[in-house]
């Protein structure tokens, strides 16, 4: 499966041309490696590194969807790898103490 129409039907885009736009950012990751094609293809058992927000998110596909269907089915197709930030790469960034200024 392309991996623009993975990410819509996981859930983490609401639409495939959003997809396009964050994997064309060249943040998002695919079993380690920077991702820059949206025809990219993904299987089960390959491991995505998605930007959102202020951190990451770090998951393994289990399954492909067959839709994009409800969010409970999306959450059936892939599992958490950073577990309660134990990844340093979705840890959120540390401040300096000082609330309210930027380091």
Request: proline share 9%; with cysteine; hydrophobic share 35%.
């Amino acid at each position: 499966m392309r991996l623009d129409l993975a990410l819509c039907r996981l859930r983490f885009v609401r639409t495939r041309s959003a997809a396009r736009r964050l994997v064309e950012s060249g943040y998002l990751r695919l079993n380690g490696q920077r991702v820059e094609r949206v025809a990219r293809a993904v299987a089960p058992g390959d491991v995505l590194t998605i930007p959102r927000g202020q951190g990451v998110v770090v998951i393994r596909i289990e399954s492909l969807p067959e839709r994009r269907g409800p969010p409970c089915e999306a959450l059936s197709c892939y599992s958490l790898l950073d577990r309660q930030g134990s990844d340093p790469l979705a840890a959120p960034p540390e401040t300096n103490g000082a609330q309210g200024t930027r380091p």
